[in-house]
C-alpha cells in the first residue's frame, strides 16, 4: 500500500507541475509582432475624442493600428424598467430592445468610423409625453391621458479622415436619425 501511495503522490505531483507549466505559459504574453494590445474598450478609452462629431480625431489612432487594421463590436440590449419613483415623462413601465454595431478601421492612410444603432422601446401607461424627446425642448407639448406609447429610433453615422501633412487633416462626416413614436390610445 505504501508502494501505491508513493506513486499516486509522484504522479499527483507530476501533474500539478504540467499544469502549473500551461498557466505560466497562457500568462505570458506573446511576441510583439503577432498580439496586439488594443481591445475596442482600451480603444475608445484611451482615444475620447472617438465619443464626439469630429472624425479629424481618428487619425490619432495610428499607434492603435499599428498590428491590424479594424476594430468592431456588436452589441445587443434587452432591459426592463418599472417603478413609483420616476420623472414626470416617464412611463409606470417600459421594455427596450436594442442593436449596436460600430467600428473603426484604418485603409492605407484612410481612417474610417462607422455607427449603427436600432431602439425599439414599448412603454405603458404613458402621460404627460407629446414629444420623441421631451427633453430637447423648454416646452412641455403633452396630455394627460394616460396610454401605451411605441417608439422606434435608427442612428447612422460615418466618417473618414485622410491626414494632409503634418498638420492638417481632410474630413468627411454625416450623422442622420430617424424616429417614430405613437401613442396606442385616441384621445378624442
Known sequence: MKQFMK???KYIAGWAMCMLGF????QT????????????EQLTWYN???QGNNAAGLVFN??????????????????????????????????????QATSYMKLNKIYLYGNF?????????????????????????????PGNY?????????GAAVPLGNKWTAVLYADYTVAG??????LR
Open 117 to 145: 444603432i436600432y431602439d425599439y422601446n414599448f412603454k405603458k401607461n404613458v402621460q404627460w409625453f407629446g414629444m420623441l424627446d421631451p427633453y430637447s425642448s423648454p416646452f412641455m407639448l403633452a396630455d394627460s391621458v
Open 29 to 40: 504574453p506573446l511576441d510583439s509582432l503577432t498580439k496586439n494590445y488594443y481591445t475596442f
Open 62 to 99: 495610428s499607434a492603435a493600428f499599428e498590428k491590424t487594421t479594424g476594430y468592431s463590436v456588436f452589441q445587443g440590449t434587452a432591459k426592463y424598467e418599472e417603478g413609483d419613483y420616476r420623472n414626470i415623462y416617464a412611463p409606470a413601465s417600459q421594455q427596450n430592445y436594442g442593436l
Open 48 to 50: 475620447p475624442w472617438l
Open 181 to 186: 413614436g405613437a401613442k396606442h390610445r385616441d
Open 150 to 158: 411605441t417608439l422606434e429610433q435608427f442612428h447612422i453615422d460615418a
Open 7 to 9: 506513486h499516486v503522490k
Open 23 to 26: 498557466a505560466a505559459a497562457a
